[in-house]
């Protein structure tokens, strides 16, 4: 009996059940957007993309500027889910960062303002035409160099591009760079001008060739410096001089100088001159009448340096010579010092010829070509 009211009682609130739910159904239906309840708000995050069956929101449904960046996940607009010809120019704001885009190229009708950076133009890809570009991004050669190359420097002539500087000073200092080759003088003389440095890519690669008797392959300046080429004077008429310093005190650093024909050959001639030699070599070919270091008047300061010839450094009328850590070689004489005349040795090699001194020569820690101590007399 108990049983039997239970099953009466359960039956009855199963049937009004049933009953609420087909009674409410119309009103749910009645809502906007095909089912969603009027008034009703939807809880942030409540509905997500799997609740969503496929094609149920279409564009009509979608209010202008309700989709913002905020509302979308990084990645989740690919390419497969954009039509083709979906995106317009008038559908993008603003400029489109270039990180945003992939590789790609553009015509020169493409580029209607700014400049572009050289390096995003590899090399082989192509030219741009020259009303098309500016070069306001690549680097500029500052106007107190100039480059003296066989082809693309400023001038192919070494002595041309010196001849050009007329403005130089303490203030505008310039340098004439010689890129690699052998230049050939002929009988002129590339002269030096104060305040114009004169720089070569190497003693092995860079060579300036020359036979003006006299006057020198290679004139120095005060207040200059020649460094890193080779020079190479030779001829069969006059005195053949690699450099000539006439009352004048250049630098002459990592410099070979070769000399050889004439009446007399001479590495480098100093007359009223106070040069400075450093890590220079000098090479004179001939006898008697060969010089490597020719000095007059004159104060030469020579270091780390090597001097061959006939006769290795003369000094003579007044002037003081001074060797430090040099070596020197001559066939007949490694050192000349003339009356009136000082000549100064440290720490350096006197190989070959005998010494000959008439003025005041004073040795400190000078060995000969056997390296035995050397007394200077």
Known sequence: MEHSRLRTTGSLAMAFAISLATTMTPALGAGPDNGAP??????????????????????????????????????????????????????????????????????????????????????????????????????????????VAPSGGDYANPIDAVNAIADASAEKPYLVRIAPGTYDLGLATLAMKPYVDIEGSGELTTRLRGGASDAGVVAGATDAELRNLTIEAAGAEGNIIGIFNGTTSPRITRVTVRAEGGKSAFGIYSMNASPMLTDVSVSVGGGVDSFGLFNIHASPMVRNSSIRAGNGMY???????????TTVTGTYLTIFTDTGATTLVANSRLAGGRIANNGIMKCVGVYDGSFEPVQCR
């Open 315 to 325: 000094t003579s009328s007044s002037g003081t010579a001074t060797l430090e850590g």
């Open 38 to 147: 009027a008034g009703a708000t939807i809880a942030d995050g409540a509905v997500t993309y799997r609740t969503i069956a496929p094609g149920a929101i279409t564009n009509s449904k979608i209010v202008d500027g309700a989709i913002n960046d905020a509302k979308l996940g990084f990645g989740a607009v690919t390419t497969p889910k954009i039509a083709d010809g979906a995106v317009t120019d008038a559908k993008i704001a603003g400029p489109v960062a270039g990180h945003k885009i992939g590789r790609h190229g553009h015509d020169a009708a493409d580029i209607v303002q700014g400049t572009i950076d050289v390096r995003h133009l590899p090399v082989g890809t192509g030219t741009v035409a020259a009303g098309d570009h500016t070069h306001d991004v690549l680097p500029k050669k500052p106007a107190t160099i100039l480059v």
